[in-house]
C-alpha cells in the first residue's frame, strides 16, 4: 500500500517561494511515477507537475512553467516542489500522488494514491 504525506504549504506573499514535500513510503519512487495536484475552491483538480521513474523526466503545466521545479531524492523517499515567484493564482491546496506505472500521464484516473494535501495561500 503507497502512502503519501505532503508538507511544507502555508501563507506566502506574492513573489515568495516555497517548498512542498511528498514523502512517500518505502520503494514508491522505485516505481511509481509521482505527480503534483493542486484545487481550487470550486474548481476541479488539475495537475502542475509530475515526474516520471526511470528517465526523471519532469512535466510542468504551462501556468506555472518557468516558476516551479520538481524533484525527487530516492534516498529520502521524498518528492520536492519548489515554488517561486508565487502569484495569488497560484492559492489552492496541493496533493501529490502515486501514477500506476513509471510514467506520468495528465488524466487523474492514472493516479491511485493521494496524501492529504497541503494549503498553499499566496496573499499580501
Known amino acids: 500500500q503507497v502512502q503519501l504525506v505532503e508538507s511544507g504549504g502555508g501563507l506566502v506573499q506574492p513573489g515568495g517561494s516555497l517548498k512542498l514535500s511528498c514523502k512517500a513510503s518505502?520503494?514508491?519512487?522505485?516505481?511509481?511515477?509521482i505527480g503534483w495536484f493542486r484545487q481550487s475552491l470550486g474548481k476541479e483538480r488539475v495537475r502542475v507537475s509530475c515526474?516520471?521513474?526511470?528517465?526523471?523526466?519532469?512535466y510542468y503545466a504551462n501556468s506555472v512553467k518557468g516558476r516551479f521545479t520538481i524533484s525527487s531524492d530516492n534516498a529520502k523517499d521524498t518528492v520536492y516542489l519548489q515554488m517561486d515567484s508565487l502569484k495569488p493564482e497560484d492559492t489552492a491546496t496541493y496533493y501529490c500522488?502515486?501514477?500506476?506505472?513509471?510514467?506520468?500521464?495528465?488524466?487523474?484516473?492514472?493516479?491511485?494514491?493521494w496524501g492529504q494535501g497541503t494549503q498553499v495561500t499566496v496573499s499580501s
Open positions: 500522488a502515486a501514477a500506476r506505472g513509471p510514467y506520468c500521464d495528465d488524466q487523474i484516473a492514472h493516479y491511485s494514491s
Open positions: 515526474i516520471s521513474r526511470g528517465t526523471g523526466s519532469a
Open positions: 518505502e520503494f514508491t519512487l522505485n516505481y511509481h511515477a
